[in-house]
T-cell receptor
């Protein structure tokens, strides 16, 4: 069974731009969660989607948004990028929302 | 007080020894607990989960949960240099206290197994 895939793997953007990251979960998994990982803050929860509905949301500004499609693929969008948004963005999929399996991540650098 | 706390390490153990990694959490009603291993430059990999008090063994790994004391630990027997990584503890707090959070991760403990 294929694992979680994320595209692109690396991104370089400038302040003020927007970015869209994509995640394809493990086949059959309906829950997709997004996390931001930075050296200083560790892994921080952004939001979780289940069957196309946002089920949980962390404490991030409204510039961070996401959605899930009917095939369970998910996208995350960050608008008006700031230097502090530079991080590894991880997507995790889960069958029921319990044990989560992470993708390889997208490393975003904001210049 | 952080919601999930781990000693950042590094924890250094000789090859073949038992590595003991600890994690404490603040929300007494937390339901489920996970250990992830993260190699440098890689994404976290789920290695153990535990829901009930007591021990759960899987190969060289044993997860221990004590809800009364609010800690969860991971023991790695016969440690190998390939076990050198950062180990992340994750806790699933109850919705009535967490509001929107579903998983809270500790900042991880760096383990170094010396050959």
């Amino acid at each position: 069974k294929a694992g979680v895939t994320q595209t692109p793997r690396y991104l370089i953007k400038t302040r003020g731009q927007q970015v869209t990251l994509s995640c394809s979960p493990i086949s059959g998994h309906r829950s997709v969660s997004w996390y931001q990982q930075t050296p200083g803050q560790g892994l921080q929860f952004l939001f979780e989607y289940f069957s196309e509905t946002q089920r949980n949301k962390g404490n991030f500004p409204g510039r961070f948004s996401g959605r899930q499609f009917s095939n369970s693929r998910s996208e995350m969008n960050v608008s008006t990028l700031e230097l502090g948004d530079s991080a590894l963005y991880l997507c995790a999929s889960s069958l029921r929302g319990t044990e989560q399996f992470f993708g390889p991540g997208t490393r975003l650098t904001v210049l | 007080q952080k919601e999930v706390e781990q000693n950042s390490g590094p924890l250094s153990v000789p090859e073949g020894a038992i590595a003991s990694l600890n994690c404490t959490y603040s929300d007494r009603g937390s339901q489920s607990f996970f250990w992830y291993r993260q190699y440098s430059g890689k994404s976290p990999e789920l290695i153990m989960f535990i829901y009930s008090n007591g021990d759960k063994e899987d190969g060289r790994f044993t997860a221990q949960l004590n809800k009364a004391s609010q800690y969860v630990s991971l023991l790695i027997r016969d440690s190998q240099p390939s076990d050198s990584a950062t180990y992340l503890c994750a806790v699933n707090p109850p919705l009535y206290t967490s509001g929107t959070y579903k998983y809270i991760f500790g900042t991880g403990t760096r383990l170094k197994v010396l050959a």
